[in-house]
């Protein structure tokens, strides 16, 4: 019964964002169903693969056909590209090198946002700028899905291990259900505030900081 309630308060905050609720709620109440991540480089290899031994079927891509090999040898259903991710879940992780990396992986020809489901949750590990974070959210919004920042600390070590620490920044009310997914891969997951919050400051600010810090 709080299991019921739970996900009724979900699916309630939820209907301000102007998605697809009836379609969400089927999502939250079988949490089982298919992930879908894109990059499968250092540190999406084992995040992907923490997934798998959580017991999530996962559905996976990569720009280099042989970084896929040891996910698909351990379940994981491959695709040609991010389009056909969002086509076969509503539940995408993307963890990239840079911010030209995920505008082409969301907006590109054949990015996710070209067959994105509605009412699909959209999180994005990759440490970049946070304007384009808040540019991706955006453009998901247009397509009635969710996009968060997850952005981590913990190298390729804490990746395999499961003991990363995730830094979130999206809409509040979406943060238990990217958690879900995020506890899977790391120790801590932290809600940080809106979209691109996750994401570190630019330099000249972490410089300030820094600073303040020390005359505090």
Do not use: W
Not at 46 to 67: C, Q, R, W
Not at 94 to 115: E, H, R, W
């Amino acid at each position: 019964m709080a299991a019921l309630l739970r996900g009724s308060r979900y699916l309630v905050g939820r209907c301000c964002k102007h998605v697809d609720f009836a379609f969400v709620s089927t999502r939250c109440m079988a949490s089982k169903t298919q992930v879908g991540f894109v990059g499968l480089g250092n540190m999406g290899n084992p995040m992907a693969k923490n997934l798998l031994k959580h017991g999530y079927p996962v559905i996976a891509t990569d720009v280099f056909p042989e970084s896929c090999k040891e996910v698909q040898e351990l379940g994981a259903q491959i695709v040609d590209n991010p389009a056909e991710v969002a086509e076969k879940a509503d539940r995408i992780i993307t963890m990239l090198p840079s911010s030209p990396n995920v505008i082409d992986v969301y907006t590109g020809a054949n990015g996710i946002l070209k067959k994105v489901k509605k009412g699909s949750l959209l999180i994005d590990s990759s440490t970049i700028d946070p304007a384009v974070s808040k540019e991706m959210a955006a453009a998901a919004e247009k397509m009635g899905a969710v996009f968060m920042d997850a952005p981590v600390s913990g190298g390729v070590g804490a990746a395999s291990s499961g003991k990363l620490t995730f830094m979130v920044g999206g809409a509040e009310e979406e943060f238990t259900a990217a958690k879900e997914l995020l506890s899977c891969m790391g120790a801590n997951v932290i809600y940080c505030g809106q979209v691109g919050t996750g994401q570190p400051p630019p330099r000249p600010q972490r410089c300030n900081a820094r600073l303040c810090t020390g005359l505090t």
